[in-house]
């Protein structure tokens, strides 16, 4: 007598709170994970001429605005520093942490076809979105090392730091990314308040100049440095630079304290409204 085949069922139910997270889930379905984040790439350089050459092309033209704007019209000071290096090494953290909240913030709405007719964590999404912009950071560096000989920047060994400062910058693009993705399902004033704070991110975070000394008051230093990415641009300089004032740490520490809030705050958010995304995608 043949044993009949046994169905299995598995019955998925609403998950909440920070208990229940399942973050193993993620590795299980690691393979989706770099699925989409493939796929985002590919999308973002979908018919286009010069395909990942604007990895290349974006920085450039951002530092030589930056270089007339702020080097030769204001006189920025830049502490005995080539400005261009100055102003590349505070650009590689923030037009990624800028590029990755952008594609976040609408990755699950952008995604709604998929969220409606297949289970898997929705965590993916935004997560993946956050990881597809790796590539242009990669390339970014890799011009940042070309140009130090040409600038007269010797390697320094604080260059092997230079990840160490990139992870710091992925977990505050990962938190921003978290929150924003699901607050846009619910709220689509968020696909216009994304692009607002991404303009004036740039000008708030220390991209095109020095911005700690001891003449400005400690309150304001540590409010200004309590900006993650004030950190992580400090910490690239640092490890390209060498620059004297290196990194302010009561506001370095703070602003990385509040990311880790962000992060656990946003999984707690995205875990107990994921849910209702099917619906209101």
Request: hydrophobic share 55%.
């Amino acid at each position: 007598m043949s044993a009949e085949a046994v169905a299995e069922e598995q019955i998925i139910r609403p998950r909440k709170g920070l208990v229940e997270l399942q973050l193993g889930e993620l590795w299980r379905y690691r393979e989706l994970f770099g699925f989409l984040a493939w796929r985002d790439i590919l999308i973002r350089y979908k018919q286009t001429y010069l395909g990942v050459a604007w990895a290349i092309l974006q920085p450039v033209l951002t530092v030589a605005v930056f270089t007339v704007v702020f080097g030769r019209f204001a006189k920025m000071p830049s502490n005995g520093a080539p400005y261009e290096i100055l102003v590349l090494a505070g650009l590689l953290p923030w037009q990624f942490f800028q590029n990755a909240i952008t594609e976040s913030s609408s990755s699950l709405v952008v995604s709604a076809r998929i969220i409606s007719k297949v289970y898997f964590p929705r965590l993916i999404i935004p997560l993946s979105a956050v990881v597809s912009g790796l590539l242009d950071a990669v390339i970014s560096v890799g011009l940042l090392l070309v140009l130090m000989p040409i600038y007269k920047t010797p390697y320094r060994p604080q260059l092997l730091l230079l990840p160490v400062f990139f992870g710091l910058a992925f977990l505050a693009a990962c938190a921003a990314g978290i929150w924003f993705s699901a607050l846009n399902v619910r709220y689509r004033d968020v696909r216009y308040i994304v692009p607002f704070i991404a303009r004036l991110g740039m000008y708030v975070s220390p991209v095109g100049y020095l911005w700690h000394n001891r003449s400005m008051p400690e309150f304001w230093r540590f409010l200004f440095g309590m900006n993650p990415i004030a950190g992580v641009i400090d910490g690239f300089r640092w490890c390209i630079l060498s620059q004297n004032e290196g990194i302010y740490w009561p506001g370095f520490i703070a602003g990385n304290l509040l990311t880790v809030l962000l992060i656990f705050g946003g999984l707690f958010y995205f875990r107990n409204t994921e849910r209702t995304f099917a619906d209101l995608v």
